[in-house]
Nanobody
Framework: EVQLVESGGGLVQTGGSLRLSCAAS????????MCWFRQAPGKEREGVSC????????YYEDSVEGRFTISRDNAKNTMYLQMNSLQPEDTAVYYC???????????????WGKGTLVIVSS
């Protein structure tokens, strides 16, 4: 079956960096765009970044533009999110999801991982 497994979350200080990974299985990985969403306590799940199936197009939410970089390695069936200059406002559970186009439309996400927790301390 389709599986998406996030990893790489943890506790980091303000200004630090983390790299999240999303390992995919059960489908042809390079046929699908992928997205990262996040959900902070008491807030709606929001799109963070998306990448096209071949990795040639991407999207970033305004608050992370210039700080986060999305990438994928189709040979490894893995997507990444490099997060730099982390701020307390980035604290959230981060989820990866499968979709057809690299746009952060919640209802267009077909499968979700269970999430990985990122805590940025001040």
């Amino acid at each position: 079956e389709v599986q998406l497994v996030e990893s790489g979350g943890g506790l980091v200080q303000t200004g630090g960096s983390l790299r999240l990974s999303c390992a995919a299985s059960g489908f042809r990985f390079d046929d699908y765009a992928m997205c990262w969403f996040r959900q902070a306590p008491g807030k709606e799940r929001e799109g963070v970044s998306c990448i096209s199936n071949k990795g040639d197009r991407d999207y970033y939410e305004d608050s992370v533009e210039g700080r986060f970089t999305i990438s994928r390695d189709n040979a490894k069936n893995t997507m990444y999110l490099q997060m730099n200059s982390l701020q307390p406002e980035d604290t959230a559970v981060y989820y990866c999801a499968r979709t057809l186009l690299p746009l952060p439309d919640y209802d267009a996400m077909e499968y979700w991982g269970k999430g990985t927790l990122v805590i940025v301390s001040s």
